[in-house]
């Protein structure tokens, strides 16, 4: 059996939003996807269908409902695992994102193990969720926030964090790629430099679980996190993968019904994890709905996403970096479809207000990531964020928006 091939048009029909047109008769233009993408059918469809048929609660009641949901939400769970080549569903616990994931590490492992004099090694090219929560754990715990520096290039400097990887760095949180340059971060070989060096790593798969294929089994990594919403999948779902051991060693975040197992007047204990980590009622209908996202990419298939991406991005740069007077931040070779820019004259927020009224959806600021644009030296960004409905059309529209926009600005 031939595979199809790739077509971007054909599967714009999959995504109700894609083919919105707006009152003033524009049609959607979606660049925004590295903040979070539009959603198939198929995810719509297998929420919608818990809510109608299934809405019980999960892990507790024997009514039908009640198996119903469980079931579904445990098979989601299931997905997630073979998707991320996980040894165990018992390893995938569901979070509301990836920001909660790396919080759930950051109290129940590094709060709890970290001694003080210890580092943590984080990237300059971090997003603060996977920033913030190190620099607050290593405040509390008298321990040391580590930055390994970004070259002109957008490549992490590699020589600069081996030298980084002292004994005291108890753990590495690494993004996998980059929401501003697009660089993607060779994992396999940063875990190996990491692991030799006694730390432990958490790597950052919130821009990269959406588009490339991940094996965590294979990258031997100790925790990972991503979001579903990036994915295709619903908001306030997300997932955080953890070594067995680990997941028994850390405390949970939060506390209280369904992550216990004996509860006393003056103490408890805890579930197995799972369940530990997932305090309260989950977000049934968004686990759902991220399985059947991860089954949608399935069916697309990665290497066909990877390629049809890497040639957007490849026109993206060689048209959008032909325009007169765009810089584009970040060259990296092995790069995500992601492509922050500047205009001279022009500020971010004002290219996005002028696509934006193109119908063209792109993002302006700093992109949750202020330690990398103070060393890129803006303090905004504007960038176009690519996903496999997109395709040439869409940064040709993006070109001639920005030539508008510097007409516009400079005629008045
Ligand atoms: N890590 C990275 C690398 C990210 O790009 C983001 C979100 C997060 C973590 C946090 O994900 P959340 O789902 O928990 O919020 N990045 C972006 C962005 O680039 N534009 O909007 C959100």
Redo the contacts with the bound molecule.
């Keep these: 059996m031939s595979a199809k091939p790739f077509d971007p048009r054909a599967l714009r029909t999959d995504f109700p939003a894609l083919g919105r047109v707006f009152s003033d008769g524009r049609r959607l233009v979606y660049l925004d996807n ?3 993408t539009q959603k198939p059918r198929a995810v719509l469809e297998a929420t919608r269908r818990y809510y109608e048929e299934s809405a019980g609660n999960v892990h507790r009641a024997v009514h039908r409902l009640a198996a119903e949901a469980t079931g579904l939400y445990e098979e989601a769970r299931q997905k997630i695992a073979t998707f991320i080549g996980a040894p165990s569903p018992k390893t995938v616990v569901f979070t509301h ?4 994931g790396i919080n759930i590490v950051a109290h129940g492992w590094a709060r709890k193990f970290l001694q003080p004099g210890d580092a943590v090694l984080v990237t300059a090219m ?2 603060h ?2 920033f913030i929560p190190w620099q607050q754990a290593a405040q509390a715990r008298g321990a040391k926030l580590l930055l390994a520096p970004v070259l002109d290039d957008g490549t992490l400097d590699r020589e600069a964090f081996r030298k980084l990887l002292t004994p005291e760095v108890k753990l590495v949180a690494l ?1 996998h ?3 501003v340059l697009g660089t993607i971060n060779p994992a396999a070989e940063l875990i190996r430099e990491a692991h030799a060096a006694g730390a432990c790593v958490l790597l ?1 798969a ?2 990269s679980a959406p588009h490339l294929p991940l094996d965590v089994t294979a990258l031997d990594v100790d925790f990972l996190v991503f ?1 579903g ?2 994915l295709l999948g619903p908001t306030g779902i ?1 997932v955080l993968f953890a070594k067995p051991e680990l997941l028994d060693a850390m405390d949970p975040l939060l506390t209280g019904g369904e992550m216990i197992s004996r509860v006393w007047d003056d103490h408890a204990t805890w579930a197995e994890p799972p369940q530990k980590f997932e305090a309260g009622t989950p977000h049934i209908a968004g686990a759902i709905g991220l399985g059947a996202a991860v089954d949608y990419l399935a069916g697309i298939g990665h290497a066909a996403l990877r390629q049809h991406e890497q040639q957007l991005t490849d026109y993206a740069l060689e048209k959008l970096g032909a325009l007169p007077g765009l810089k584009i931040f970040g060259r990296a070779p092995e790069r995500l479809g992601v492509v922050s820019f500047a205009v001279e004259g022009l500020h971010p927020h004002d290219i996005a207000q002028f696509c934006d009224r193109d119908g063209i959806a792109i ?1 302006a600021g700093h ?2 990531a202020q330690p990398l644009l103070r060393r890129l030296g803006v303090p905004a960004v504007s960038r176009a964020s690519f996903h496999l409905y997109n395709d040439t059309d869409d940064v040709d529209a993006l070109a001639e928006s920005l030539l508008g926009a510097r007409k516009y600005f400079h005629a008045t």
């Excluded at 994102?97 to 909660?100: F, H, L, N, P, Q």
């Design positions: 590295a903040a979070t994102g990836a920001t909660e971090e997003h969720s996977n993004t790629a980059s929401n950052d919130a821009q979001s919403h990036k997300g993002r992109m949750c």
